[in-house]
């Protein structure tokens, strides 16, 4: 079991910034993958940025250029820097992490960006 806990959502205004924290517990030398998913209401949830336990990203078209994730071996924790966000990065942000082929889920911070 993976013990996901997310922090760092908040309010903030066009143009700002904000960063996403997932802390990870439990059975950690299983992850495989971690990332950051979005779910806006009424949309689909849909990933915005991964990782690899090797280091390797990738990233939504959308927030190429703007997001960017990074991992803290140290301290289990994959964060999610977020600049020149827009009205439509406004979501709920779920960490995802991926072990043995099943995907766990954080309980979700939400971003609201105002115009």
Do not use: H
């Not at 971690?34 to 990738?58: C, D, F, H």
């Not at 820097?81 to 939400?110: F, K």
């Amino acid at each position: 079991q993976v013990q996901l806990v997310e922090s760092g959502g908040g309010l903030v205004q066009a143009g700002g910034s904000l960063r996403l924290s997932c802390a990870a517990s439990g059975n950690i030398f299983s992850i495989s993958a971690m990332g950051w998913y979005r779910q806006a209401p009424g949309k689909q949830r849909e990933l915005v940025a991964g990782i690899t336990s090797g280091g390797r990203t990738n990233y939504a078209d959308s927030v190429k250029g703007r997001f960017t994730i990074s991992r803290d071996n140290a301290k289990n924790t994959v964060y999610l820097q977020m600049n020149s966000l827009a009205p439509e990065d406004t979501s709920v942000y779920y960490c995802n992490a991926r072990a043995w082929s099943t995907d766990y889920w954080g309980q979700g911070t939400q971003v609201t960006v105002s115009s």
